[in-house]
């Protein structure tokens, strides 16, 4: 019985000083090879910090659901979508006209140019449209998926250049 323990003492301690032997070899190979820890050719790069841009609160303002309101001061509307082109460039404003409390009402397309936000500093401040409620009137209800009628203020609105 003795003969046993004597033998498995010195195995454990045979196994110990290998293990203290191999992490002493890697020790002294010192640092892996510059190769190993430079980033491969190809290899994804960090992406760098995005662009930060400063807009004072006096400056821009959001104008979705605000209310559009003729140079005569009657009511538009309000906008509630904006239309881009395939570039990203504004192209229009989605316009819910007519109707009380949204019953009867319909969505019309202006042209973004027949717009004026001049007093648009708080929320309560309407966008003025350069359209008279005669021709609001008898402009095309907005579908979605359709092709776009876009009203425009006179001598304002060019064509839209799209593939079939």
Same mark, same amino acid.
């Given at each position: 019985?003795?003969? *046993? #323990?004597?033998?498995?003492?010195?195995?454990?301690?045979?196994?110990?000083?290998?293990?203290? &032997? @191999?992490?002493?070899?890697?020790?002294?190979? %010192?640092?892996?090879?510059?190769?190993?820890?430079?980033?491969?050719?190809?290899?994804?790069?960090? @992406?760098?910090?995005?662009?930060?841009?400063?807009? %004072?609160?006096?400056?821009?303002?959001?104008?979705?659901?605000?209310?559009?309101?003729? @140079?005569?001061?009657? =009511?538009? %509307? *309000? #906008?509630?979508?904006?239309?881009? =082109?395939?570039? &990203?460039?504004?192209?229009?404003?989605? #316009?819910?006209? &007519?109707?009380?409390?949204?019953?009867?009402?319909?969505?019309?397309?202006? =042209?973004?140019?027949?717009?004026?936000?001049? &007093?648009?500093?708080?929320?309560?401040?309407?966008?003025?449209?350069?359209?008279?409620?005669?021709?609001?009137?008898?402009?095309?209800?907005?579908?979605?998926?359709?092709?776009? #009628?876009?009203? %425009?203020?006179?001598?304002?609105?060019?064509?839209?250049?799209?593939?079939?």
């Amino acid at each position: 019985m003795q003969a *046993r #323990i004597l033998i498995t003492f010195v195995a454990a301690f045979a196994a110990l000083a290998a293990a203290r &032997g @191999a992490e002493q070899a890697a020790d002294d190979k %010192g640092p892996p090879p510059a190769s190993k820890t430079a980033p491969q050719e190809g290899a994804k790069q960090p @992406a760098p910090p995005p662009s930060v841009t400063v807009i %004072g609160a006096r400056d821009a303002h959001g104008i979705l659901g605000r209310d559009v309101r003729s @140079a005569a001061n009657e =009511d538009m %509307g *309000r #906008i509630v979508d904006v239309i881009v =082109d395939r570039e &990203g460039t504004v192209r229009a404003a989605v #316009i819910d006209f &007519g109707g009380f409390l949204g019953v009867g009402s319909r969505k019309i397309v202006v =042209d973004w140019n027949a717009l004026r936000f001049g &007093g648009v500093a708080s929320k309560t401040d309407s966008i003025t449209l350069e359209l008279t409620k005669e021709q609001v009137n008898a402009a095309p209800e907005y579908k979605e998926d359709t092709p776009l #009628i876009v009203l %425009g203020a006179a001598g304002k609105l060019q064509p839209w250049e799209f593939d079939h």
